[in-house]
């Protein structure tokens, strides 16, 4: 007899919530709070500017492309030294924060904590993101018994560890678990991969794209999950 599922995974961005408008309006504050206690960093520096010192760090240590909070603390460091702050280290801590804060304020799609509080009362859930978006700010640690994102692995979905790490901290086999997110590589090819079943949250009603097997279930939203599981 199959094992019975006991096991949510869920993909955070742009599966609970649309991320690219909080990421412009993370954007944006973090701007506002630079040109109130920096004037100089956008007088001085342009998009291009700080480009370069993305793929600078990037090339010095390509592990930052998916410590994606730690990048952004450095990018700003390099940015307020380079415009002549001496304490540009704090300074930046600082900045981050502002952008951080903004960036874990976000607006779920319609119905989606409601699901995830039923949901949350008969599965275990877990958040598993390749994003830097935070559990604990965003007031979701009730309903997830633990979350991995890829900074903390080490590596980012669709690499097995990530999906490998959630199995063991839930004690089961992959049979018992399924995996929910927007992206057809990243969350449903990565979680197949490992034997995971996937569910596929296709808001935009597009065709499969691949690659890979199409995923064991497909729907328009979280909410619709209730139907599934
Ligand atoms: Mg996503």
Known sequence: MAEPLR?????LDDTLWPVRPVIIRAEHRLRNHLDAVAP???????????TAFREARLAADPSLRHRLSA??????????????YADAEARAVE?????????????????TLEALEALSRRYTLAA????????????LDHLFAFHFNAEGVG???????????????????????????????DD?????????????????????????????????????????F
């Not at 990048?71 to 002549?84: C, K, S, W």
């Not at 830097?132 to 965003?138: K, T, V």
Request: with cysteine; charged share 20%.
């Open 7 to 11: 096991l949510l995974c869920f993909d």
């Open 71 to 84: 990048l952004r603390r450095l990018v700003l460091e390099d940015a307020l030294r380079t415009v002549g």
């Open 188 to 228: 449903v090819q990565g979680a197949a991969a490992v034997g995971m079943k996937t569910v596929w949250v296709n808001e935009s009603g597009a065709p499969w794209p691949g690659p890979g097997p199409a995923p064991d279930w497909t729907v328009p939203h979280v909410p619709a999950l209730l139907e599934i």
């Open 155 to 185: 590596a980012p979905k669709p690499q097995p560890a990530m999906f490998e790490a959630a199995l063991q901290r839930a004690g089961l086999g992959p049979e018992q678990a399924v995996h929910i997110g927007d992206h057809a590589v």
């Open 95 to 111: 900045a981050f924060e502002v952008f951080f804060d903004a960036r874990n304020d976000v607006a779920y799609f319609e119905g």
């Open 40 to 50: 100089e960093v956008y007088r001085r520096l342009s998009a291009e500017d700080f």
């Open 128 to 139: 598993l993101s390749n994003g830097n978006a935070d559990i604990q700010r965003l007031g």
